[in-house]
């Protein structure tokens, strides 16, 4: 079907950092909803809740990538994505990510009306870059060292912020070569896939490298493993931790947080905004 639909006049325009990303998962094995979200009514409800909370736009994945988890055909993908694809198509009150590794996926969520494929794997799949340019979509490219299923077996860099920094730019370049414009790209530098935790506050600290790259940073620490190494908490009282290590990334340079919690995220950086003189409105 490529080449067939009508170009995306503006992917990005949801886009006014800092904002929420807000996340739904249609996974049996995600590992902070649990796959509460799987069916139509779960999913089409969580897209409504995300939009009323003020998230910017919605991140639909139907793969876990929580560390150790295996890897899921993209066949198995869409079938999971079905009904939230159909209320997509039906159309909702708030722009969709995709979150997949899959171009045949990433294909099917811009035909029910996607504006940006949440790669975690930054273009492995040689059929997603010219996919996202045929259809002049954005793509945020993530680093990740490995695949989910072996990424925390014991990763080791030299230097991790000049390492994902270099990986970010080298494909963010390979994108562009690729017919995908430069103003369509963000990055994520993958807090927690393939880093300890030292790897990822130092991420954190560095922040500002990857954003003097010239594209919006995405950053994903909501309730994550780090917060809970960090304060002792369980995946659901991460929330503190996750806004204060969000804020910081924001204070560092970061445009989107990808978070569970929409509303107090939102909250959180709409004070964040007012106190450091934007604008709030």
Request: overall charge negative.
């Amino acid at each position: 079907m490529t080449g067939t639909l009508s170009r995306i006049s503006d992917p990005l325009s949801w886009l006014r950092a800092p904002c929420a990303m807000g996340i739904l998962n249609v996974t049996p094995d995600s590992f902070a909803d649990v796959g509460r979200h799987a069916g139509a009514p779960g999913a089409a409800a969580r897209i409504l809740a995300v939009a009323a909370e003020g998230a910017a736009i919605c991140d639909v994945g139907a793969e876990s990538t929580r560390p150790g988890a295996q890897a899921v055909p993209a066949h198995e993908e869409l079938r999971r994505l079905e009904p939230t694809l159909a209320a997509i198509a039906a159309g909702v009150d708030v722009p969709i990510s995709i979150d997949t590794r899959h171009a045949s996926t990433a294909r099917a969520a811009l035909d029910a009306g996607a504006v940006l494929v949440n790669d975690v794997s930054a273009g492995a799949d040689p059929g997603m870059f010219p996919l996202v340019a045929d259809r002049g979509s954005a793509i945020c490219l993530m680093h990740m060292r490995g695949e989910p299923a072996t990424m925390q077996d014991d990763p080791r860099y030299n230097d991790v912020v000049d390492e994902v920094r270099a990986f970010l730019e080298a494909r963010l370049e390979a994108a562009v070569s690729a017919g995908i414009a430069e103003a369509h790209v963000l990055l994520d530098p993958g807090i927690g896939f393939g880093k300890t935790l030292e790897h990822n506050l130092a991420l954190l600290r560095g922040i500002p490298a990857i954003a003097a790259l010239g594209r919006p940073v995405v950053v994903g620490v909501s309730r994550k493993g780090m917060i809970g190494a960090i304060t002792g908490r369980e995946i659901e009282d991460r929330l503190a931790g996750s806004l204060s290590a969000g804020l910081c990334a924001v204070a560092g340079g970061a445009a989107v947080l990808r978070v569970h919690d929409v509303c107090e995220t939102v909250d959180a950086l709409t004070a964040w905004t007012a106190i450091n003189g934007g604008d709030t409105a």
